[in-house]
């Protein structure tokens, strides 16, 4: 062993001042920068995705016109009902979610965050991600529309499941599912750091019983919950998805401050 | 002098089994403490509970005068990096001394280059394509620059090449000189890391079996070599804890101090009376055998820990 030095003597005067509370970046800030310092997994995968998607639509849109037996303007009006927005993110959000708590936490727990901090800090990390996809939705709208649908026909945020063309509504569609996907995916990271694989089958159960349970009650009662959603049915969609997110975030906290963290 | 962690029958009950047994011990501000013990010993789960990440099931835990768990003042001065941290997905080391230094008051951003350069970290790798030895050295690196108050080392060493371990310890020691803080350290490697530690606290089966400063401990008990009988016959009637023979020699660890008395016996029989080191006397508390401690009291006891020893 190459130490020659002497021992310090325990309990010999130190020369260390009293240390400052003081944290050199905000107790939140440091968690929402946290989120956002590897910008490839936030920013860039999610527009490499929708990137693709528009890439693989014009594909599409291009092989259809060369070979199926249908005018550009009904191919343009069946494009409509694409869906591949709606879904070509969820997906990664909802992974994106899982590993806030199940990577990212232990680490700034071992560096002293507190689990309120690293909450907080999280919920205002995904709502900054949901805004981001919500704008870069409507931008990519606004661009689809400004292009003819990308030059060719192919409508990808033109599309009757995420708004038919409004702006407001393709960004509370996009701000909502993305919302409900990172919130959902925390929370069965926290279930799983809980209660570990067994917690997660029974809150995956327990989730569709009580879905179940609601959708017969309303049935039974004669009403049709569907009817609700005329008029303003996007905003209405969109409100479902936040209060998913709210719930999803309120149980993560309830099940998150007695969880052990890091094991 | 202040205690800067301290336990009162501090106990963790995962479901069937105690990983913490009514432990109570303090460590002073400003020292190195070595926290021992086999594995499933309970060491990570005290430091786990230290570090508000884990909660106790009785018992209490103060780190700086407060209970750790959710105290933001507290945690604001701990680093803790566990023998398998996690990282955030996809991070590389370049990632942490990005994200380190906003955690911590104290961080260094000119040492970490420098460790980071010592244990040859490449920057861009991501952090999951990481040999065993260079995860040890990522958290080595966070747990040295940031110079928190409190740090927990959680088997530092593991994959670290001797030339590396060599290292860790220098700048350990070289570093604590310069900004002194309170080092928990659980390790195997008690003959490597004895010359750090100025405390030790052993634990076995969730029991705390060892508390005390090394200097205290080491002088506790004392060792005689040389042929078996005349060990045997100097030994007398004292108290016996470690028995090691290879073919008629024999080395025993004594409790206690030697008197003139043994001395005078040593010298008659041509025996060596020397310091018990950290590792012999950890070993002497039953620690490396397993089971209960290997303290003598009947000669059939002796007899089968000689023939344990033999064997070993």
Request: charged fraction near 15%; hydrophobic fraction near 50%.
């Amino acid at each position: 062993m190459s130490i020659t030095q002497p021992r310090p003597v325990a309990g010999a005067p130190s020369a260390q001042p009293t240390l400052p509370t003081q944290r050199p970046v905000g107790a939140l800030m440091k968690i929402v920068r946290l989120h956002f310092a590897d910008p490839m997994r936030m920013i860039g995968v999610p527009l490499f995705i929708f990137g693709s998607i528009i890439v693989l639509c014009i594909v599409v849109m291009g092989l259809l016109r060369s070979f199926a037996p249908a005018s550009p303007a009904e191919l343009t009006e069946g494009f409509g009902y694409n869906q591949a927005t709606l879904w070509c993110f969820a997906g990664y959000f909802v992974s994106i979610g899982v590993m806030a708590y199940s990577r990212t936490m232990p680490f700034a727990l071992g560096m002293g965050s507190t689990r309120r901090q690293y909450f907080v800090g999280t919920c205002l990390a995904l709502l900054l991600e949901s805004v981001f996809i919500g704008v870069t939705m409507t931008v990519l709208l606004a661009l689809e529309k400004a292009t003819g649908h990308w030059f060719n026909g192919a409508r990808v945020f033109d599309v009757v499941a995420i708004g038919n063309g409004s702006y407001s509504s393709t960004f509370l569609m996009g701000f909502g599912l993305s919302a409900a996907m990172l919130f959902i995916g925390a929370m069965f990271a926290v279930v799983f750091l809980r209660w570990n694989q067994k917690g997660v089958i029974a809150v995956i159960f327990g989730t569709v019983a009580v879905l179940l349970a609601l959708i017969w009650l309303l049935l039974a009662a004669g009403v049709n919950p569907f009817g609700w959603f005329e008029g303003a049915t996007f905003a209405k969609i969109a409100l479902i998805m936040i209060l998913v997110a709210l719930i999803s975030a309120t149980g993560s906290w309830l099940m998150l401050r007695r969880a052990p963290v890091g094991r | 002098m202040s205690l800067a962690i301290e336990t009162t029958d501090l106990t963790k009950v995962y479901r069937h089994t105690a990983a913490l047994d009514h432990v109570s011990l303090g460590i002073e501000k400003n020292t190195i403490c070595g926290l021992l013990g086999r594995n499933g010993a309970g060491k990570t789960t005290l430091m786990s509970i230290l570090a508000g990440q884990e909660l106790k099931t009785s018992g209490q835990a103060r780190v700086l005068g407060a209970d750790p768990f959710e105290n933001a003042a507290v945690l604001a001065q701990l680093s803790f990096a566990r023998e398998n941290q996690k990282y955030p997905e996809e991070f590389k080391v370049s990632h942490v001394l990005r994200t380190a230094p906003w955690f911590y008051a104290g961080w260094d951003a000119g040492f970490a280059r420098r460790l980071i350069g010592e244990f040859r970290l490449p920057l861009k790798t991501p952090i999951k394509k990481l040999s065993r030895g260079q995860l040890s050295a990522v958290a080595i690196v966070v747990g040295l620059a940031s110079r928190a108050p409190v740090t927990f080392f959680d088997e530092p060493y593991l994959g670290l090449d001797a030339t590396a371990r060599g290292i860790f310890y220098d700048l350990l020691l070289q570093d604590y000189m310069e900004h002194p803080r309170t080092i928990l350290m659980s390790t195997h490697l008690i003959d490597e890391a004895a010359n750090l530690l100025e405390h030790v606290v052993v634990l076995q089966d969730g029991r705390k079996i060892l508390d005390s400063s090394v200097e205290e401990a080491t002088a506790s008990a004392f060792t005689l070599s040389g042929t078996a009988t005349a060990v045997a016959e100097a030994t007398g009637p004292r108290k016996v804890l470690r028995t090691q023979a290879l073919g008629g020699l024999r080395s025993v660890t004594i409790a206690g101090i030697p008197d003139e008395r043994l001395y005078a016996d040593a010298r008659a029989g041509g025996l060596e009376v020397g310091p018990v080191s950290l590792q012999e006397l950890v070993a002497a508390h039953g620690l490396l055998e397993g089971g209960e401690p290997a303290a003598v009291a009947h000669p059939a006891e002796k007899d089968q820990t000689e023939a344990k020893e033999a064997l070993r």
